[in-house]
């Protein structure tokens, strides 16, 4: 994985990673990570590029994906 902090490259990837140990309530777990990525607007993003032909980002909002029947639950 290359990070990289130069304004003029499209693609930066960061990644991170908890190691939960012992017991997990999985109910609970599942929940939780539901929620952190309903609230994460970074992970509703997509690119479409306008009539212009000029790129933008929109943030699809987490309660229209449910309505046309999408979810994040496997």
Do not use: N
Request: overall charge negative; proline content about 5%.
């Amino acid at each position: 994985m290359r990070i990289s902090s130069t304004p003029r490259e499209i693609g930066t990837t960061a990644a991170d990673y908890v190691e939960l140990r012992g017991a997990v309530h999985e109910r609970k777990l599942g929940e939780a990570v539901r929620r952190a990525v309903e609230e994460t607007d970074a992970l509703h993003a997509r690119f479409v590029i306008d009539a212009d032909d000029q790129p933008w980002q929109e943030i699809v909002d987490p309660m229209l994906l449910a309505a046309a029947g999408c979810s994040a639950s496997p």
